[in-house]
């Protein structure tokens, strides 16, 4: 299982934006289903966003607050989050999965117990 490494999150006043980091040393992330998944204070953890493009390459997508985007060169992963809420409050873990026959499409069920690999988790924390 390859090791994630993240960065980022913190306190943040309500409205505003952060970045959280996801990277490897182990291998290429463009191979791997990305995702984020969040969970607060005695909640379940559960998948944000996903992106399990096989044809490699950097990539930014939007997706309603949030950005996702992938740099190829520095094999890193980035979320964005903007108009941050206090109910955002939780830690955040980036998760992967190798892409191969029967995961291509594993953002479309994919859910925690599918993902093998996973970030040590960043606490964000929004509020006045």
């Known amino acids: 299982q390859v090791q994630l490494v993240q960065s980022g999150g913190g306190l943040v006043q309500p409205g505003g934006s952060l970045t959280l980091s996801c990277t490897t040393s182990e291998f290429s992330l463009d191979r791997y289903a990305i995702a984020w998944f969040r969970q607060g204070t005695g909640k379940e953890r559960y998948r944000i966003t996903c992106f399990d493009g096989a044809d490699g390459g950097s990539f930014s997508r939007v997706e309603g607050r949030y950005i996702t985007s992938r740099n190829t060169a520095k094999n890193t992963v980035n979320f964005q989050m903007h108009s941050l809420k206090p109910e955002d409050t939780a830690v955040y873990y980036c998760?992967?999965?190798?892409?191969?026959?029967?995961?291509?499409?594993?953002?479309?069920?994919?859910?925690?117990?599918?993902?093998?690999?996973w970030g040590q988790g960043t606490q964000v924390s929004v509020s006045s």
């Open positions: 998760a992967a999965e190798p892409l191969h026959e029967h995961t291509s499409d594993i953002c479309s069920w994919g859910t925690r117990s599918d993902f093998g690999s």
